[in-house]
């Protein structure tokens, strides 16, 4: 008869044999194609499966805070739970560390598809290595289906690449499936990023600047910095026809920098010739966020030294304040106790709790010319505005009205209470050039 401890380890070895039947053969990668262009040739008409990359996001940081050692052991438990999943029709390619390339097989319908992903995403969460510690793990996930979007092996792992990566710049812990539609429409966007980044780099882009004033005493507040390019066959464009596409990529951050040296550089020049002005920025605020933006802005007022951080101020979108709050406030008081100063722009446009705005850190709101167009015409409009203007009093903001192309209309808002305004009014955006001159111009006619 046998003992307890014989019996648990015969069932041990059972169930290993077991697992290690349904597991694939882990390819290296070189055979990984090789195998899968097999799979194609020998498919039957109308089979269909999927090919996936898997890549563990923020791998880096996960050996620094749990040790290679540890961390070598997860990645094996994963993999092993990997093998398990596709099954022993499937294949598996370890392309290096924390990233695999799978064959998923038999897909019975298009429509177990989406679940086979979401089912092979949580298979990767709630790891413990061997002192039981707790790893939080979660992956980018890109597949590609044959043959929908391929019949070439080379052609389906690419799309699972381009799948994968566009997954990790959504934000990671995600799978996305290959379109070709779309990812025609991000190659042309990615296109349109690479043209932008060598405009930055051909000095084609150029900071135009529109006045914004104060109302009751005529003073020049400031300048809002407007960037343009000066595209070499279309002439020059607005921001409305390159930045929407390419703000939310990478370029966005080189494209802030950019623009915040420009501002800083030309303020230093009309510091020099003893014109004390204030600028404002167009910044998302990922980029207020981002770890480096502060450092780097830093950087930028040491290089020109007579600029303080009082001279450049930070416009961002009320939809930005609102998607991260809490991160947003917490950064931008960071920003403020060296002395920068913030609006927010397009106030009335994003839909924010009221809670959230009450505490949100800036000095000023902008109100967006969609409120001041119709205030001369329209009692319901003019009521709205009016409204509007009272709440930001009630939260301690100084209100900038944007839009203002009439006397009119900068009457009404001087009787509303508005205290600043900026628009075609009182100047359109003007070239840096042209900005001295205009300044001496404004004062002689407006300051007594």
């Known amino acids: 008869m046998m003992t307890f401890n014989v019996v648990k380890l015969y069932r041990a070895l059972i169930e290993k044999y077991r697992f290690a039947r349904s597991l694939p053969y882990m390819f290296p990668p070189a055979h990984f194609a090789e195998k899968l262009a097999l799979a194609i040739k020998e498919s039957q008409k109308n089979e269909v499966f999927v090919i996936c990359n898997v890549n563990i996001d923020n791998l880096t940081e996960l050996n620094q805070a749990h040790g290679f050692n540890n961390m070598d052991k997860v990645l094996k438990i994963i993999e092993e739970r990997i093998c398990y999943l596709c099954g022993a029709s499937g294949i598996v390619s370890r392309i ?3 990233e695999l390339l799978l064959l998923l097989r038999p897909v019975y319908s298009l429509d177990d598809i989406v679940p086979m992903l979401r089912h092979l995403k949580n298979s990767i969460t709630n790891v413990r290595h061997d002192n039981e510690k707790h790893v939080a793990l979660t992956a980018s996930i890109g597949a590609s289906i044959y043959p929908i979007e391929g019949v070439k092996s080379e052609i389906l792992i690419r799309h699972a690449n381009l799948a994968m990566y566009s997954a990790k710049q959504s934000g990671k812990n995600r799978y996305e499936i290959y379109d070709s539609q779309s990812a025609f ?24 600047y529109q006045p914004k004033i104060d109302l009751g005493n005529s003073k020049i507040l400031g300048m809002e ?41 030309q303020i230093h020049e009309w510091n020099l010739q003893g014109i004390y002005l204030c600028v404002s920025v167009n910044i998302s605020g990922a980029q207020i966020i981002h770890k480096s933006f502060l450092p780097d802005v830093n950087k930028i007022l040491h290089k020109y030294h007579s600029v303080t951080p009082q001279m450049l101020e930070f416009e961002i979108l009320e939809s930005d304040a609102i998607d991260d709050v809490d991160r947003l406030t917490e950064a931008i008081q960071s920003y403020k106790t060296l002395g920068f100063k913030f609006s927010l722009d397009d106030f009335g446009t994003g839909y924010s709790s009221l809670l959230h705005l009450k505490a949100f850190p800036a000095e000023y709101v902008k109100i967006d010319k969609a409120f001041v167009n119709g205030i001369a015409k329209n009692e319901k409009d003019k009521e709205l505005l009016e409204t509007i203007i009272k709440l930001s009093h ?30 075609y009014f009182i100047s359109r955006p003007i070239a840096a050039s042209d900005v001295t001159s205009w300044v001496k111009s404004y004062l002689i006619n407006h300051i007594k």
């Not at 296109?191 to 932008?196: R, S, T, V, Y």
């Open 96 to 98: 290096s560390n924390g």
């Open 185 to 208: 429409v991000e190659k042309n966007k990615f296109h349109k990023c690479e043209l932008l980044r060598q405009a930055i780099v051909n000095k084609e882009l150029e900071l135009y």
């Open 225 to 265: 910095a407007l960037v343009r390019w000066k595209h070499p066959v279309k002439g020059l464009l607005e921001p409305a026809a390159f930045l929407p596409e390419v703000i939310s990529n990478g370029v966005g951050y080189e494209l802030g920098l950019w623009v915040v040296e420009s501002a800083a550089s």
């Open 394 to 423: 009630t939260f301690n903001f100084q209100v900038i009205a944007e839009g203002v192309e009439s006397g009119q209309q900068q009457q009404i808002l001087q009787d509303m209470g508005c205290k600043y305004a900026q628009g």
